[in-house]
């Protein structure tokens, strides 16, 4: 799940980037209000995490924009502006939660899923390849209506590889998303991902198969 994050505090930016990466979501950080457009326009996000005082314009004013254009991305503010009238006018704009800085991470985490888990949401239907089925609003996945848990990294293996089924997925696609924030990334390590996930997905009688394509990548099929 991607998230973007619009922060002009070089440090608090990192920091949540990182802790985030440790929850499981990969994030985007940019710095000012063109950059975040730039990602908003070329980028399918599931949430923006948004500083209202940015060196280029007020992060509110992109909040407006996105409903403008009736995008329904959640937004949560996070700001240290702690007047009553700016968590209204926040509120207002159009964002759906909002978060006073400094603030503890296990409750940024929980207002996200709070936030994701919110009906009504009109993040897409559902994905359905073979028998599995992903729920795009949470990233949950099911065979036949029962939940396949999956550790971290396969989930978001298998999350790609469903949004783009039918179609070859390059490694580097593959290894740029699960390993965001990683130094380095074993060179077979993406293989042992994957063979892992193929065992668990036939063991749940998901219906699919990965294919291999040989020096490319791999691509997500109905059986
Ligand atoms: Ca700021």
């Known amino acids: 799940m991607r998230l973007l994050l619009v922060e002009d505090d070089p440090d608090l930016g990192e920091a949540l980037v990182a802790n985030l990466a440790r929850d499981g979501f990969a994030v985007d950080l940019v710095a000012d209000c063109a950059s975040a457009e730039a990602a908003l326009a070329s980028n399918s ?4 995490l948004l500083d209202l005082g940015l060196p280029d314009g007020d ?9 403008r254009r009736r995008s329904s991305v959640p937004v949560i ?14 509120l207002e704009a159009g964002a759906d939660d909002y978060l006073v800085k400094p ?17 009504g949401r009109d993040l897409g239907a559902a994905i359905e390849v073979g028998r599995l089925v992903l729920e795009p609003a949470t990233g949950d996945v099911s065979v036949g209506g029962r939940p396949l848990l999956l550790p971290r990294r396969e989930r ?45 997905l036939l063991e749940a009688g998901a219906g699919v198969q990965i294919r291999t394509i040989r020096g490319v990548g791999y691509m997500l099929e109905a059986e």
């Open 59 to 67: 992060g509110l004013d992109i909040v407006r924009r996105l409903r």
């Open 45 to 48: 996000y599931a949430l923006v």
């Open 156 to 200: 978001m293996l298998l999350e790609i590889l469903m949004r783009r089924a039918g179609r070859v997925v390059t490694r580097r696609v593959l290894e740029e998303a699960l390993w965001d924030q990683e130094k380095e990334i074993e060179s077979n390590t993406l293989e042992s991902h994957v063979s892992r996930l193929r065992k668990r």
């Open 103 to 119: 603030f503890a991470h296990a409750e940024l985490v929980a207002r996200i899923r709070a936030v994701l888990r919110r009906p």
């Open 77 to 90: 503010v996070l700001t240290a502006r702690d007047a009553i009238e700016d968590r209204v006018t926040g």
